[in-house]
T-cell receptor, first 112, second 115 residues
């Protein structure tokens, strides 16, 4: 969905490097999410945020941190990347009271 | 926590045939069950959802059925077309504060519709 953008779309990095993935949305939604997708494992929730001051851990938050800089921006950081963090990362948004989540196009991250 | 099993992992059908994807969930408190479609190179997109107080829901060629007793739900696609080829994910959610924001996804089914 063009209303949810992610940068970069692809990133190759080395073990130990700090990486930031960014998500922006123009949908006016208050809730934002970060998911990780691994082949054969579906999508797993890393962090979610209900507004700028409300950030919560998801199912697999270890090794990740997030920042909600504004209602429209939600960043995911890997402080010290490791190879098993190689995956496809999706940002999603939703509006309070509406269950549908809108996903960005994804960022493919490779950690060597 | 909730666990969602999805079968089959791959499904190949001929154009015009029907396709059925099945999911089971573990937590009887789950009350919202969406299905997402992910096309190649894109993020998942909601195609249909069902709440636990409804047994079946239809939207043109797609339908979802829910059996709360058995804790399973299924996606049915009729008259399949090549553009239906994608990965399909089921999910389950336990409501909190009146909304279902925390989704537990199945592992996905790669559907291929052969012309």
């Amino acid at each position: 969905d063009a209303d949810v953008t992610q940068t970069p779309r692809n990133r190759i990095t080395k073990t130990g490097k700090r990486i930031m993935l960014e998500c922006s949305q123009t949908k006016g939604h208050d809730r934002m999410y970060w998911y990780r997708q691994d082949p054969g494992l579906g999508l797993r929730l890393i962090y979610y945020s209900f507004d700028v001051k409300d950030i919560n851990k998801g199912e697999i938050s270890d090794g990740y941190s997030v920042s909600r800089q504004a209602q429209a921006k939600f960043s995911l950081s890997l402080e010290s990347a490791i190879p098993n963090q190689t995956a496809l990362y999706f940002c999603a948004t939703s509006l309070t009271g509406i269950n549908e989540q809108f996903f960005g196009p994804g960022t493919r991250l490779t950690v060597l | 926590g909730e666990n969602v099993e999805q079968h089959p992992s791959t499904l190949s059908v001929q154009e015009g045939d029907s396709a059925v994807i099945k999911c089971t969930y573990s937590d009887s408190a789950s009350n919202y069950f969406p299905w997402y479609k992910q096309e190649l190179g894109k993020g998942p997109q909601l195609i249909i959802d069902i709440r636990s107080n409804v047994g079946e829901k239809k939207d043109q060629r797609i339908a979802v059925t829910l059996n709360k007793t058995a804790k399973h739900f299924s996606l049915h696609i009729t008259e399949t077309q090549p553009e239906d080829s994608a990965v399909y994910f089921c999910a389950a959610s336990i409501g909190s504060g009146g909304s279902n924001y925390k989704l537990t996804f199945g592992k996905g089914t790669l559907l291929t519709v052969n012309p």
